[in-house]
T-cell receptor, first 111, second 115 residues
Framework: QKEVEQDPGPLSVPEGAIVSLNCTYS??????FMWYRQYSRKGPELLMY????GNKEDGRFTAQVDKSSKYISLFIRDSQPSDSATYLC???????????FGTGTRLQVFP | GAGVSQSPRYKVAKRGQDVALRCDPI?????LFWYQQALGQGPEFLTY????????KSGLPSDRFFAERPEGSVSTLKIQRTQQEDSAVYLC?????????????FGQGTRLTVV
């Protein structure tokens, strides 16, 4: 069993929909939780960064961390075709530690 | 440049050939990571440098893989006697600790195809 589990999708939604992306993990030492977006043939870029449990909002994006359930989520409101990409959850135990990534969920937003 | 630069972008190697992949991190970034991303998978950690010191190489899949960062800036990942299972995108990331938040910036990767 992988340390981080993520549904690979693909997920196809119409423009304007609310998208929910999720990851579960097994290592209780993880304290830093991130969501990366990766466009085709590009490197991952950081979208959201959360330390420990709680919610964080940035524009159309909201990240949630529930450490008691070992479950993290990313919500995208008013999704746009430009949001079409692979979304990777990542986590680490320490501030400068290696990142452990999920498999990535491929999202397609159609007009 | 402003971002992490990797070269070459694409590399085709014959099985058994040695390859060297280069990473130019963002200037001043202390930490440098190498990840391997197989098709349809998330990146998997290979190795980590802090300046010139290789602090963690637990993710290197075999002794055919070797990484160095001799002057604490540019890093090279070398793969000897390449095998088909080495085909993947190799990503480099750099970061500088900023209090409670450390953001790793990734390069575009080198896509290695072993034929």
């Amino acid at each position: 069993q992988k340390e981080v589990e993520q549904d690979p999708g693909p997920l196809s939604v119409p423009e304007g929909a609310i998208v929910s992306l999720n990851c579960t993990y097994s290592n209780s030492a993880f304290q830093y939780f991130m969501w990366y977006r990766q466009y085709s043939r590009k490197g991952p870029e950081l979208l959201m960064y959360t330390y420990s449990s709680g919610n964080k909002e940035d524009g159309r994006f909201t990240a949630q961390v529930d450490k008691s359930s070992k479950y993290i989520s990313l919500f995208i409101r008013d999704s746009q075709p430009s949001d079409s990409a692979t979304y990777l959850c990542a986590m680490s135990a320490g501030n400068t530690d290696k990142l452990i990534f999920g498999t990535g969920t491929r999202l397609q937003v159609f007009p | 440049g402003a971002g992490v630069s990797q070269s070459p972008r694409y590399k085709v190697a014959k099985r058994g050939q040695d390859v060297a992949l280069r990473c130019d991190p963002i200037s001043g970034h202390v930490s440098l990571f190498w990840y391997q991303q197989a098709l349809g998978q998330g990146p998997e950690f290979l190795t980590y440098f802090q300046n010139e010191a290789q602090l963690d190489k637990s993710g290197l899949p075999s002794d055919r893989f070797f990484a160095e960062r001799p002057e604490g800036s540019v890093s090279t990942l070398k793969i000897q006697r390449t095998q088909q299972e080495d085909s993947a995108v190799y990503l480099c990331a750099s970061s500088i600790p900023q209090g409670a938040r450390t953001e790793a910036f990734f390069g575009q990767g080198t896509r290695l195809t072993v034929v």
